[in-house]
């Protein structure tokens, strides 16, 4: 699990109008919830929260959190709020998490490689970007690397098939499949070819136009 250190300030002021203020001074508005945390408004550094966020890659991370200088808290991003024109950060919800609790966490799946089916003339389907992982939040990885280097045309991996650290457990059910490498559809290869037939003609009509 990745993990960063942030710092944010408590917020006193609040609406629209104070938060628009804010933003213009650099800021970003955020609030702290969890089960056992009373809700808390912060305001963060817009800046160094963005470079971290980019950072992070959409990926699940662990924050130590310092709040005024006082002992750090471990939270987690909920929600994301941007603008649409221009992606900048709005508003962030952080949840306090029990560093000694399991808890369940979407986790991405990485696929590297090309598998030899696809080289075969096959093509690879994924099913599953994601899985749900059940564990320690610090014993739960930000994603899973699978190679499919070696899967050949009729060849799949299956949840049951990832490997996961100990003390972690997958909650999709282990038949499911994840990717697959399958022949290429009759009208799949039927469009490839046309689209190969049609690039030919367009060199060819372009080596008779230079010699026009």
């Known amino acids: 699990m990745l993990q960063y250190d942030l710092s944010a300030q408590v917020r006193n002021e609040f609406g629209k109008g104070s938060a628009r203020s804010l933003r213009r ?3 970003t508005p955020a609030i702290l919830y969890g089960p056992k945390t009373e809700p808390v408004s912060l305001k963060f550094d817009t800046k160094i929260l963005t470079n ?3 950072d992070m890659q959409r990926r699940n991370a662990v924050f130590g959190l310092e709040i005024d200088g006082a002992s750090k808290r471990h939270v987690m991003v909920k ?3 941007t603008k649409p024109v221009d992606d900048s950060l ?3 919800d952080f949840c306090e998490v029990d560093m000694n609790q399991p808890m369940v966490l979407d986790v991405a799946l990485k696929y590297s490689g090309k598998a030899k089916g696809v080289e075969l003339g096959g093509e690879m389907n994924v099913f599953h970007a994601k899985v749900a992982l059940k564990g320690l939040v610090l014993d739960i990885p930000d994603f899973i690397e699978i190679d499919v280097s070696d899967l050949g045309i009729g060849d799949r ?3 049951g098939d990832l490997v ?3 003390g972690v457990e997958i909650l999709n059910d282990k038949d499911e499949t994840c990717v697959v490498v399958q022949e290429m559809s009759k009208s799949r290869a039927e469009d490839e070819e046309e689209e190969e037939g049609e690039g030919a003609e367009e060199v060819a009509e372009g080596g ?3 010699q026009a």
Do not use: S, Y
């Open 25 to 27: 001074a650099g800021g």
């Open 52 to 54: 971290t966020l980019l």
């Open 79 to 81: 929600e994301i709020q």
């Open 90 to 92: 709005l508003h962030i």
């Open 157 to 159: 991996l299956h949840c």
């Open 164 to 166: 996961v650290p100990d």
């Open 208 to 210: 008779d136009a230079a």
